[in-house]
């Protein structure tokens, strides 16, 4: 008996309007309130499914899902 494959499609959802609001804060010092914790430094890129900032040094990737919001740090 031979078994039937199953194929695996994965999908996220995509905000364009989210997408397009953190391109304009891209290289500037932001907050991001994750589900765990804020975290702040510089956005250093967006993808339609991460974004990437960098704090001290350090690349964090954040899954765009696990985002609450984000705004300019002071």
Request: proline share 5%; charged share 20%; net charge positive.
């Amino acid at each position: 008996m031979e078994q039937e494959r199953q194929s695996v499609q994965f999908t996220h959802p995509f905000d364009p309007y989210f997408y397009r609001s953190l391109n304009h804060l891209q290289g500037r010092n932001i907050v991001i309130q994750t589900v765990r914790n804020p975290i702040q430094g510089i956005l250093k890129t967006i993808t339609p499914d991460h974004v990437v900032l960098e704090v001290s040094g350090v690349s964090f990737y954040i899954r765009n899902q696990m985002i609450v919001w984000v705004t300019r740090a002071k």
